[in-house]
T-cell receptor, first 113, second 113 residues
Framework: AQSVTQLGSHVSVSEGALVLLRCNYS??????LFWYVQYPNQGLQLLLK??????LVKGINGFEAEFKKSETSFHLTKPSAHMSDAAEYFC???????????FGTGTKLQVIP | NAGVTQTPKFQVLKTGQSMTLQCAQD?????MYWYRQDPGMGLRLIYY???????DKGEVPNGYNVSRLNKREFSLRLESAAPSQTSVYFC????????????FGPGTRLTVT
């Protein structure tokens, strides 16, 4: 079985401040981890993914995430928030030959000017 | 290359009516998925199709049926709509295995009155 927990359904940051969105997972097999972003009235699009290899993963729009096996975490960060980063962010886990992907409940990011 | 397309974009149904949501992808992906998105609940898997000719239940299949018409198309049918099926429905596709990300359509916003 696999699951994802995103801490904080809403996060507010000031423009230019650090963005940190938290994701913890559980998986009985080595996980493959994803962060997706959803802008209002749109579908989800991939920000970044971890499969194997380097544990620090860089994605689009200046985002990155670090896979920490010991902490079962895959937190998303961006050094300096921009107004255009306001969106909902979803962490997801897949693995073990499953076709299913399990999503977290999402975190809405608000950027305050 | 249109990616994943969904029709219709919006739909209002009365309780008891039926309808089919259409999804098509032009990326030659093997796997296709139907999700529903409700506030605070993230994305929940309704049905998926690992390959042409196969379909499997997801987390919330009750009240829905699917058809994988061919490799490109995967439809979702509501036989007798209920207000609890008011939601935003997303179709997604993915290449063969679990290391790959999903590509999402723009969604169908369904209201059942």
């Amino acid at each position: 079985a696999q699951s994802v927990t995103q801490l904080g359904s809403h996060v507010s940051v000031s423009e230019g401040a650090l963005v940190l969105l938290r994701c913890n997972y559980s998986s009985s097999v080595p996980p493959y981890l994803f962060w997706y972003v959803q802008y209002p009235n749109q579908g989800l699009q991939l920000l970044l993914k971890y499969t194997t290899g380097a544990t620090l993963v860089k994605g689009i729009n200046g985002f990155e995430a670090e896979f920490k096996k010991s902490e079962t975490s895959f937190h998303l960060t961006k050094p300096s928030a921009h107004m255009s980063d306001a969106a909902e962010y979803f962490c997801a886990v897949s693995g073990g030959g499953y076709q299913k992907v399990t999503f977290g409940t999402g975190t809405k990011l608000q950027v305050i000017p | 290359n249109a990616g994943v397309t969904q029709t219709p974009k919006f739909q209002v149904l009365k309780t008891g009516q039926s309808m089919t949501l259409q999804c098509a992808q032009d990326m030659n992906h093997n796997s296709m998925y139907w999700y529903r998105q409700d506030p605070g609940m993230g994305l929940r898997l309704i049905y998926y199709s690992a390959s042409e000719g196969t379909t499997d239940k997801g987390e919330v299949p009750n009240g829905y049926n699917v058809s994988r018409l061919n490799k490109r198309e995967f439809s979702l049918r509501l036989e007798s709509a209920a207000p609890s099926q008011t939601s935003v429905y997303f179709c997604a596709s993915r290449n063969r295995d679990y290391v790959h990300e999903q590509y999402f359509g723009p969604g169908t916003r369904l209201t059942v009155t």
